[in-house]
Each structure stands twice: as C-alpha cells, then as structure tokens.
C-alpha cells in the first residue's frame, strides 16, 4: 500500500499529480523544471520515448515499473513539445529558464525566446511573425527598462521620502510590464490565428481565438507574479545577514552570498508562478465561438495554454 501511495499506477500522457489543486501543480511542474533533464543524453531521451510507445502499443518488456514510466514521461515533457513533437533548444526549456537566465534574467531577449520556445504551437508560426514579435518584445522591454533607469536618476531631484518609493518601488511594475510585453508580442499569431481546443478524447474540435486570448493572459499573469520574490526575499534576508559578524568581517563574501540568494529565491519562484494555473487548461464551450459550440457535445474542451 505504502508503495502505491508513493506511486500511482501510470497513465500514459496524463499528469502524475492532481493539476485540479495548487500542491498537484506545484509538484508536476517541479519535474518539469528539473535542471537534471538539461544533461540528459540523445540516447537517454530515446529510450524514454520507446518506453513510453512500447507502453501505448502494449510491448512493454516484462519487469517495468511505473515509476520507471513516470521517469520516462517526465524527461520526455521536460524536453520535447507537447503539439510539435520537437526537442526544445536547451537554454530555452522550462528547465533551463534558472541556470541559463539568472546571470541575464532582466535580459529580455532571453525571455523572449523562452516564451516562444514554449507557447502553444498548434499552429505553425512564419519566421517574419517570430522576428516581429521578437524585435517587438525586446524593443519594448529595453524601452521600460530604460525609462526606469531615467525615472531613478531624476529621482536624486526629488525629497528623500519619494526618492525612496520611486528606488523601492518602481522596478517591480516596470519589470512586470516587461514581461506582459514580452509574452504577448511573442505568441501574438496565436491571438489572430487562434489555437485548438480538444474534446474528451484528445481530438481537434476547432481553433479559438478566444481560448488563445485566455492562454496568454494567465501566462503572463504568471510572468507578473514570476520576480515578485525576487524583489521582496533577497532584501530581507541580506539586511539579516550583513547584521552577523562573520559578514560583517568578510566583506568581500556579500556580493557573492547576494547573488546565491537570488539565485535560490529565482528558483523557488518559478515552480509557484508557473504553476497558478494547469498547463492542459480547460474552458466551458459556452464561451468560446459559436462554430466551436455547434462542433461539439462536449460542455468543457480543453487546451494547451503554455508555459
């Protein structure tokens, strides 16, 4: 029985834990950001993927357990995605989105390409749409990080008081709105394009744009609630620890106790954002298209809102 609880019989293409709570989520999409999927070899990935098709056709070599099964799915969501079936560029994976953007995490060009890199690609993207998007989301991001660091200049003219809520302030909301900037420009083709939702059985009832516009809301609702760690922690902990002693004769160590505890603080707060909502979102077929609705006997159709 203890066995059982700790791993439940596998379902192929279903999540090992429940996305209907906040722990499920939190739990799964802990897997999917495991930065040990980054070293798995071609080969490894391989074997996964046969695991997983001898189990769908029923060949699975005797011996096999589930938690070698859920291992398997687990490498094979971290790396490949959902709709194209295609590896993801390694920087640009889920799992990838701490180790490779934390030396450049305000660095919007990053970002950018993990949006993209992990949008829903039901529907083929024109390289002219990506690099309009892209040079779009950049632009935009660099416009407000600029204008930020103008505001904080002038900020030396003004009373010690504002000063203070302009320098404590003002980051958060610029950097919140780069982010909305950035997913939105990235995967604006799924908002004119719409994207598919599935019925029941996994199959294409139709494409909606409402459902689109649904996806990239709650992905970039993710990306504001994303640096709010990162913003409130580091400055709480520092001003405990330059109050030890040994800091306090060590200097030189701040910088570099600093930059470990954003680090830490960035990769707790990615599993929390990203998992606010289920990734397979469901949506009532009463608010999407009328041509959608007549489609289908189905009262909810589900969708891939991203990463």
């Known amino acids: 029985m203890a066995e059982s609880a700790a791993c439940p019989a596998f379902q192929l293409g279903r999540p090992r834990y429940d996305q209907t709570s906040f722990l499920g989520r939190l739990r799964h999409f802990l897997d999917i950001i495991d930065p040990s999927t980054l070293f798995v070899s071609e080969k490894e990935l391989k074997e996964c993927v046969k695991l997983l098709d001898d189990y769908k056709h029923g060949t699975l070599p005797p011996g096999v357990c589930s938690d070698q099964l859920w291992e398997a799915q687990k490498i094979k969501q971290a790396i490949i995605h959902p709709d194209t079936g295609e590896k993801i560029f390694m920087p640009f994976r889920m799992s990838g989105y701490v180790p490779f953007g934390t030396p450049i995490w305000l ?39 600029v204008g930020l660091n103008v505001l904080i ?34 995967r604006h ?55 030890l002693r040994f800091l306090q004769r060590n200097r030189r160590l701040m910088l ?50 991203g990463l």
Request: proline share 7%.
């Open 189 to 243: 083709n799924e908002l004119s394009e719409g994207i598919d939702v599935l019925d029941n059985n996994g199959s294409v009832v139709g494409s909606s744009k409402i459902a689109a516009r649904h996806a990239i809301m709650e992905t970039a609702f993710t990306r504001v609630v994303l640096p709010m760690p990162i913003f409130v922690l580091p400055p709480i902990i520092m001003s405990y620890l330059e109050r």
């Open 256 to 305: 570099p106790i600093h930059s470990v505890v954003c680090l830490v603080t960035f990769g707790l707060s990615l599993p929390v954002a990203i998992s606010l909502f289920p990734q397979m979102a469901q949506i009532e077929v009463s608010r999407l298209e009328p041509e959608i609705a007549m489609a289908t006997d189905c009262k909810v159709l589900t969708y891939n809102k």
């Open 153 to 186: 200049q002038k900020a030396n003219k003004l009373s010690p008081a504002t000063r203070m809520i302009i320098q404590r302030f003002v980051p958060f909301p610029a950097v919140a709105s780069a982010n909305i900037c950035n997913v939105a420009l990235m």
């Open 107 to 145: 660095n919007q060009s990053h970002n950018a390409c993990v949006n993209y890199a992990n949008r829903n690609a039901t529907k083929p993207t024109p390289t002219s749409k990506f690099l309009q998007g892209y040079v779009g989301a950049v632009t935009s991001a660099v416009s407000i990080a």
